[in-house]
């Protein structure tokens, strides 16, 4: 019995070790060819990324196939817009590359949506006495057309204060909820990013726009810089700024009132309007730890030099780059009549721009692409329009 168990055992270890010559080739034949697929040069790409990802962090690029748009007001030397251009009269290049150039049917004729979004916190209500026409200034900029107007209010983020109507009743309800929101941020880039997903969700075939009405630098937004520069080139909105400089406000108000100054609705609700606080509840006092640090800054190695420069345009005045990188125009107001004349202005380009836009040509899919615009025979003709977009989008792996 001892020897057979002990035959048995020895039967065992051969067939063991047979199993261990077969499987060891195996095992180092699949172990040499994952070191073999990791090799420099040996594996093959599986990405359509460019190089410069390598220098992105644990960031990935999406690239954008979008049309590129650009609102462009053409003039005279004396100011006057010139009307009736076609395509064809329209130089439009892309990175010195002539592009194929479509134009939208007249502004009058194909409506405006318009997103109003005001600055309710910090020093902006001492400015509030010089809107009070705004009202009346926003039946100016929508005109005779078919159109719709939202109306939000903004400090430490964006509140929709009234939903798109086109009825003027419910956009004075909606400007009569405006009230001071908190003393500590101003989220404007976070508002008027706001307001571009608001216009994207609209069935309408309108024209889009937002007027934004702020100081000129943002305070505490918390949106991500390059993603709002990179939907700002090649949206079909156009952002019209119209900001404040409060300092000198804020002084006399102090010298007059000192802390206890008064609060009085600016703009009062339509006499055959409901409660204006119906429906509608006061903004959170904001946390007065959370200063000034919301905005998320992208590592500054992870991000091309050039894309840098305008997310640092950003961040020292957000109300001038808003309006530059859609395209639309920078105003600054002192007084209640400076205000309305600025609002004038807005209303006039609106009534009067050429929205172009074209599918960009193949190439560098992620960077800054510089635009030029002419117009054909015309080369004393003043344009206003977006210099650039950037190309792609960096979406993080984190």
């Known amino acids: 019995m001892r020897q057979m168990m002990t035959r048995r055992l020895e039967d065992g270890l051969v067939t063991l070790r047979k199993c261990e010559q077969l499987l060891i080739p195996r095992n180092l034949a699949l172990a040499a060819a994952l070191v073999f697929a990791h090799l420099p040069g040996v594996a093959q790409e599986t990405s359509a990324n460019p190089p410069a990802q390598a220098e992105a962090g644990n ?26 251009l076609n395509p064809e009269d329209f130089i439009v290049e892309d990175n010195g590359v002539r592009q194929s150039v479509r134009v939208d049917e007249e502004p009058d004729s194909s409506g405006l949506s318009l997103v109003v979004a005001v600055q309710c916190s910090r020093s902006a209500p001492l400015e509030f006495s010089k809107l009070k026409g705004l009202g009346a200034m926003i039946d100016l900029i929508t005109g005779a057309a078919p159109h719709e107007v939202a109306i939000v209010g903004y400090g430490e983020r964006p509140y929709l204060l009234g939903d ?9 309800l909606a400007l009569s909820r405006l009230k001071p929101c908190g003393y500590y941020s101003a989220a404007s880039i976070d508002a008027a990013y706001y307001a571009i997903n608001m216009l994207n969700r609209r069935k309408t075939h ?20 390059d993603d709002v520069v990179t939907e700002l080139g090649v949206t079909d909105t156009v952002i019209y700024t119209v900001a404040f400089a409060p300092a000198k406000d804020e002084m006399i108000e102090g010298l007059r009132y000192g802390p206890n100054r008064p609060q009085t609705p600016v703009f009062p609700p339509p006499a055959s309007a409901p409660d204006a606080d119906a429906g509608s509840s006061a903004p959170p006092a904001p946390d007065p730890n959370d200063i000034d640090h919301y905005t998320e800054h992208v590592p500054l190695f ?10 640092n345009a950003l961040r020292t005045n957000s109300a001038s780059e808003l309006a530059s990188l859609s395209g639309g125009q920078y105003l600054q107001f002192t007084t209640q009549r400076g205000f309305e004349q600025d609002l004038q ?39 206003h329009t977006r210099r650039s977009y950037w190309a792609g989008v960096l979406e993080s792996d984190r």
């Open 164 to 172: 798109f109507s086109s009825k003027r009743e419910a956009v004075r």
């Open 206 to 225: 309108y024209r889009r726009a937002i007027l934004l009405i702020s100081e000129t630098r943002d305070h505490g937004s918390r949106s991500k810089l």
């Open 302 to 311: 992870a991000l091309p030099p050039q894309i840098m420069l305008l997310i």
């Open 59 to 84: 960031y990935k690029i999406r690239v954008r196939s979008n049309l590129v748009f650009l609102p462009t007001q053409v003039q005279n030397k004396k100011g006057v817009p010139i009307y009736g």
């Open 345 to 383: 202005r807005v209303s006039d380009q609106l009534h009067t721009y050429y929205l172009l836009s074209f599918a960009p040509s193949s190439g560098p899919a992620w960077s800054l692409h510089t635009l030029r615009v002419r117009v054909a025979g015309r080369p004393d003709a003043v344009i």
